[in-house]
Nanobody
Framework: QVQLVESGGGLVQAGGSLRLSCAASGRTFNTRAMGWFRQTPEKEREFVAAISWRLGYVDYYADSVKGRFTIARDNAKNTVYLQMNSLKPEDAAVYYC???????????WGQGTQVTVSS
């Protein structure tokens, strides 16, 4: 079983950047698709980005973040990243890392990291 711990959240001005990290424990990270989701008190949890585990690393993005966010993984470090550029106030949320045998069937979640974007 994979356990996930997110980090890297914080306060940033609109137009700025943050990089979130998700460190995974367990021996199955290399065979897990990894995803990022976000949630605010006003909205249900929504998909942000995902990356497959097979070589070639297919990635997926929500339309709202395409061209601004990039997901990447480092299997040697059991870590997945979310590089967020050109942040907007509407990107503010708690960001969650998740793992799945295959996208989009996520069954393991981290505790979340808060991202705040000031206008």
């Amino acid at each position: 079983q994979v356990q996930l711990v997110e980090s890297g959240g914080g306060l940033v001005q609109a137009g700025g950047s943050l990089r979130l990290s998700c460190a995974a424990s367990g021996r199955t990270f290399n065979t897990r698709a990894m995803g990022w989701f976000r949630q605010t008190p006003e909205k249900e949890r929504e998909f942000v980005a995902a990356i497959s585990w097979r070589l070639g690393y297919v990635d997926y993005y929500a339309d709202s973040v395409k061209g601004r966010f990039t997901i990447a993984r480092d299997n040697a470090k059991n870590t997945v990243y979310l590089q967020m550029n050109s942040l907007k106030p509407e990107d503010a949320a708690v960001y969650y890392c998740a793992a799945a045998r295959y996208h989009p069937n996520y069954d393991t979640w981290g505790q979340g990291t808060q991202v705040t974007v000031s206008s």
